[in-house]
């Protein structure tokens, strides 16, 4: 049984498109983030939601917009995407604010 | 702030010879230190994990690090290199200072030769 799932796995889509991404955690965890990796592997934190409340924005163009319909689902949307979007997304999730972080499989997406 | 500098981006070992990822950090308050490890094209799964208790951490499949205050250093190892163990590994640091916030190194590439 995944714990954390990511929907879609991989997205190619063209510049200018909104896109979004999925995420869905199993494990009855309060608090959610989204992280993107770039092609040098570099990991940086985008967002973090805690009971759907946004509690971490660092400095992501606002194209991007998180939203949290409940406490087991964060999901990612991106308007007017750019060619520096491209990228792989990983959520994760966390029994609360100070705890161990689970992370999903990622999703990679290419904007051309 | 905190910050953690890993100080090899690839190392190469062969199979059956011990390993070791050198990550060091900085940080204002005792942090709580982790390693994760990331298989190609797969997410990052939990290695290990440090928070202020015992020094010496065991984690899944045979590895361990070693928490060094004096040399703020968490370094990773493993006695027996395993062509599984091939991956992209991640030291990270959580601190006080906007504690739900990990701050990743830049990743070392693990290649085992046979």
């Known amino acids: 049984d995944t714990a954390v799932s990511q929907t879609p796995k991989y997205l190619v889509t063209q510049m200018g498109n909104d896109k979004s991404i999925k995420c869905e955690q199993n494990?009855?965890?309060?608090?959610m983030y989204w992280y993107k990796q770039d092609s040098k592997k570099f990991l940086k934190i985008m967002f973090s939601y805690n009971n759907k409340e946004l509690i971490i924005n660092e400095t992501v163009p606002n194209r991007f917009s998180p939203k949290s319909p409940d406490k087991a689902h964060l999901n990612l949307h991106i308007n007017s995407l750019e060619l520096g979007d491209s990228a792989v997304y990983f959520c994760a999730s966390s029994p609360g604010l100070e705890e161990t972080q689970y992370f999903g499989p990622g999703t990679r997406l290419l904007v051309l | 702030a905190q910050s953690v500098t890993q100080l090899d981006s690839h190392v190469s070992v062969s199979e059956g010879t011990p390993v070791l990822l050198r990550c060091n950090y900085s940080s204002s308050y005792s942090p709580s230190l982790f390693w994760y490890v990331q298989h190609p094209n797969k997410g990052l799964q939990l290695l290990l994990k440090y928070t202020s208790a015992a020094t010496l951490v065991k984690g899944i499949n045979g590895f361990e690090a070693e928490f060094k205050k004096s040399e703020t250093s968490f370094h990773l190892t493993k006695p027996s290199a395993h062509m599984s163990d091939a991956a992209e590994y991640f030291c990270?640091?959580?601190?006080?200072?906007?504690?739900?916030?990990?701050?990743f190194g830049q990743g070392t590439r693990l290649t085992i030769n046979p």
């Open positions: 990270v640091v959580r601190g006080f200072e906007g504690a739900q916030k990990l701050v």
């Open positions: 494990l009855g965890h309060d608090t």
